[in-house]
């Protein structure tokens, strides 16, 4: 059975650092896009950061120069350090895979999800 959980949320001020991990199971992980979403109260789901089998990464123009994205593929383990965090970087954050293609804002094509964790960002 496949299974993503996610980790690392929580409530920090502007200007402020997280890292998220989500941890991979049930499945061959090097072999699968994986890629980071958010959705806010009230708004769309919407892509943040993608990485391929590849290591080739794409990233939403919002958070390009303060998100990375990377993966230990030993660990089975996907991450996004979130350096520079704004208060509209507010909003549940979700991992998820694809084993189609692999870009941020092809959220139809991520089949597998997480159970998401929170982040918090007060100006």
């Known amino acids: 059975q496949v299974q993503l959980v996610e980790s690392g949320g929580g409530s920090v001020q502007a200007g402020g650092s997280l890292r998220l991990s989500c941890a991979a199971s049930g499945y061959t992980y090097s072999t699968y896009c994986m890629g980071w979403f958010r959705q806010a109260p009230g708004k769309k789901r919407e892509g943040v950061a993608t990485?391929?089998?590849?290591?080739?990464?794409s990233y939403a123009d919002s958070v390009k120069g303060r998100f990375t994205i990377s993966q230990d593929n030993a660990k089975n383990t996907l991450y996004l350090q979130m350096n520079n965090l704004k208060p509209e970087d507010t909003a549940m954050y979700y991992c998820a895979a694809s084993s189609g293609y692999c870009y941020y804002n092809l959220v139809p094509y991520f089949g597998t999800w997480g159970q998401g964790t929170q982040v918090t960002v007060s100006s």
């Open positions: 990485i391929s089998t590849d290591g080739s990464t």
